[in-house]
């Protein structure tokens, strides 16, 4: 909602050939940062307005005649969008007016995502209208889930007319998560049982058996599941109209404070960063250690839900900003599982190594760093393919 990455991929090798990024978009002091076959060639500070600026900052470098990574855009075969609501239009689909028009009925459900992506798709529809746009939506990764795992229990209208069922996000790094765990273990491709955990400023935790998505901690929209940097996560809906009329705020007023107050942020009252967290209660502060508690808690309640939906585990994988860099969390989530018999080794763990579990361990325990991009861009390239 507030960066823009990307990558320019060559697909006969998947050799990337370029990568950037911009934070802060939509700020004037917002981070710009360009490589070029691994070689960092370009970094800099500079007002960035909207997400539109930030795509036409990074397709004016790629097509500069200083750096020559793209001769112009028409060598462009497709281009590939991490997308992340599009209805029952969700999957890895070409962008059509369709897609486009869902896109803009579910935007409600992903205001901090939908809107900017959509303007990027309009860019790019303007300036490349013969090259093929490919959305790779965050639910389709769970389209296998169970039509009984999905609905909630609401008035069956609500599900049949309205589409309100759990849909899952990050789609993307549980697909690369799961099926690189697979690889890495030489687990057999169609009996394994794993669960992938993606934490950062955005989390999630996804039941993977024998080659699907059987289940996925968010749901109706992002804002669901554990909770989040700035988001409430899990909450009892009547709670909204009880702060409606207890604190006189609209129900916009009630989720504007939920999305953007609300989490990590909220709890702690210092940041939605972990980081920040962590030197907080370095300090002692209480506010601080609840928010990480609270988010420990939460993994282990998926987590635990998730052993029974799979009927055994055979690994667990972690990803993500805090999966990847926070050993002091891996142990207070995987110390839970010791009665299962996974054995951690802490000094892999606290190296951040591949694999933290002991060879005697009954169950994997992994770290990895995860793909988003090569998979949209397999994705767009398997569209592209078939249309």
């Known amino acids: 909602s507030s960066s823009f990455k990307f990558q320019l ?41 909207s997400h539109r600026e930030a795509v036409q900052h990074a397709l004016d470098f790629l097509t500069s005649s200083e750096h020559s990574v793209l001769k112009n855009l028409d060598a462009l075969d497709g281009v590939g969008f991490k997308t992340i609501q599009a209805g029952e239009k969700n999957g890895s689909v070409m962008l059509n007016e369709d897609v486009l028009a869902a896109m803009e009925y579910y ?33 389709g990764f769970h389209s296998n889930v169970p039509f ?74 992002p804002q669901s599941g554990l909770i989040q940097g700035a ?8 709670v909204i109209p009880y702060i409606m009329d207890k604190k006189g705020i609209s129900l916009d ?22 980081r920040d967290i962590n030197a907080a209660i370095e ?39 805090i999966g990847q860099k926070d050993a002091d969390l891996r142990t207070a989530v995987l110390s839970a599982l010791s009665f299962l018999g996974l054995e951690l080794d802490e000094t892999k763990n606290k190296a951040h190594a591949d694999i933290v579990s002991t060879p005697e361990s009954s169950i994997y325990a992994l770290v990895m760093e995860t793909d988003e991009e090569i998979i949209v861009a397999r994705e767009t390239l398997r569209v592209i393919a078939k249309n």
């Open 253 to 274: 007023e009630a989720l504007f404070e939920l999305g953007n107050n609300g989490g990590l942020a909220g709890i702690s009252g210092v940041s939605a960063d972990m």
């Open 9 to 49: 991929l060559d697909m006969t090798s998947e050799k990337q050939l370029a990568k950037g990024y911009s934070e802060k978009v939509g700020q004037d002091n917002a981070i710009v940062a360009y490589s070029i076959n691994g070689v960092n060639v370009f970094s800099d500070v500079m007002p960035l307005p």
């Open 107 to 139: 935007k409600d459900l992903a205001p901090a995502h939908n809107p900017p992506y959509l303007n990027a798709i309009y860019m790019f529809k303007e300036m490349l209208p013969q090259t093929p746009l490919v959305g790779v939506f965050e639910p």
């Open 148 to 221: 009984y795992a999905k609905i909630y229990g609401t008035p069956y209208e609500w599900i049949k007319d309205y589409n309100v069922v759990q849909y899952g996000y990050h789609g993307a790094s549980h697909h690369f998560v799961t099926h690189k765990t697979v690889e890495l273990l030489g687990l057999p491709k169609d009996n394994h049982k794993i669960i992938s955990c993606h934490l950062g400023g955005s989390s999630s935790i996804c039941a993977f058996k024998n080659g699907v998505s059987v289940d996925v901690s968010m749901g109706f929209s």
């Open 231 to 238: 988001r409430v996560g899990d909450i009892d809906p009547f």
């Open 283 to 321: 300090k002692g502060d209480d506010r601080a250690q609840l928010a990480r508690d609270k988010f420990i808690y939460d993994i282990k309640r998926y987590i635990g839900e998730y052993l029974v939906v799979l009927e055994g585990l055979d690994a667990i994988t972690f990803a993500g900003g």
